[in-house]
């Protein structure tokens, strides 16, 4: 069983910063292996792609438009962890944050599309009081 939990959610105030971590845990899960992915979903607001990592060292990186030079991710395969830094946050970046696995990635991509990726973590909540 592949489980995904998320963590370092929390309320901030507009300019500070927060590192979102994702454990991934399962025996038979190859985490260098795999191309990994951060969401978010805002309230009242569909799922979006945040920020995507290609698998091994993650040497390929994807972010969306509107949060490109705020937001790092990064991953340590030993520790079967990712990492969404989020800096400089806005009012706008309150959402639930999901982390994502895609287990059979290979290849050196990224992917921004939910339907490429098999695995979801619960999420955390990310709130940004102005």
């Known amino acids: 069983q592949v489980q995904l939990v998320e963590s370092g959610g929390g309320l901030v105030q507009v300019g500070d910063s927060l590192r979102l971590s994702c454990i991934v845990s399962g025996p038979t899960f190859n985490m260098a292996g795999a191309a990994m992915g951060w969401f978010r979903r805002a309230p009242g607001k569909e799922r979006e792609f945040v920020a995507a990592?290609?698998?091994?060292?993650?040497?390929?990186?994807s972010y969306a438009d509107d949060i490109k030079g705020r937001f790092t991710i990064t991953r340590d395969n030993a520790k079967k962890t990712v990492y969404l830094q989020l800096y400089n946050l806005q009012p706008e970046d309150t959402a639930v944050y999901y982390c994502?696995?895609?287990?059979?990635?290979?290849?050196?991509?990224?992917?921004?599309?939910?339907?490429?990726?098999?695995?979801w973590g619960q999420g955390t909540q990310v709130t940004v009081s102005s």
């Open positions: 990592i290609s698998s091994r060292a993650g040497s390929r990186t």
């Open positions: 994502a696995a895609n287990a059979f990635a290979g290849g050196g991509l990224t992917y921004r599309a939910s339907p490429a990726y098999n695995y």
